[in-house]
């Protein structure tokens, strides 16, 4: 069930429409989900982007940063300094287990709690800032999500997401080779909607991140978007031929979404 008015209710239905028809999911030789990890790690020199910026205005020496949906740690550990504890969660144990290997190698200890928020966030303290970089596509059910970063921020939350939905650069792919019209939202303007309905106004800039693909070689990116698909490895040459540079992996047009706690 899904909480919240007229904009979660939105955008639970338009992310639901995304879901990939059973009898296509019935025929995938492997699961259509998931990343290769290089795309997510957290770089040594993190980009100046507008997301860091706003965090780091809200953030004391030696400060705090909870990282929500933190993945391999680029949103907190690009804080990290002026940041003194850093605290991550997610889902998937192996991505935080990469967070805690590259945290030590910058001298911070960070607390991880694997598990799905909001669910876990009651095992979670608050910190000064909260972040949570390209996951709200992910939520279906947004107000407690949204709800309980707020809740978890002393000063200031920061959300990256890029502007169109992550898959929507795939869906000609889904036209030719399913016969398949995809979906195009929900969008930022959604994810705005979502936000002021929740209580929010959040600050908002849109910006063009560095791409995250760097150390994605071609063959690797195809067998991705094939995996993607649904289809077996023999399609490798067809999706090749059909693919645009960067297709499928994370956008560079992006937007930072802010807004302050009061004290
Ligand atoms: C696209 S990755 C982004 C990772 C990182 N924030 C970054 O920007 O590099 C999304 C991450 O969010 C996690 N995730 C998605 N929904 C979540 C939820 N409700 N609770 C916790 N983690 C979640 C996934 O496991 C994944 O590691």
Known sequence: MVSGGPA???WAEQLASWAIPEEI???????PWGFPPELFAAPDQPPDTPSR?????????GGSVL???AGAGAAGLALVPPAGRLTAVDQSATMLEALVAKAGARGVEAQTVTGTWPEVAGQVGPADVVVCHHVLYNVADAAPFVAALTEHARRRVVVEITTAHPQAGLNHLWRHFHGLDRPEGPGLEDAIALLREAGVEPGAERFERPPRAGDLDRRSHVAFVRRRLCLDPSADPEVDRLLPPGAGLPATEAACLWWDVAP
């Open 8 to 10: 979660a209710q939105r």
């Open 25 to 31: 999911l019935a025929r995938a030789p492997e699961s």
């Open 53 to 61: 910026r706003r965090a780091l205005e809200a953030l004391p020496e």
């Open 67 to 69: 990282d929500v949906g």
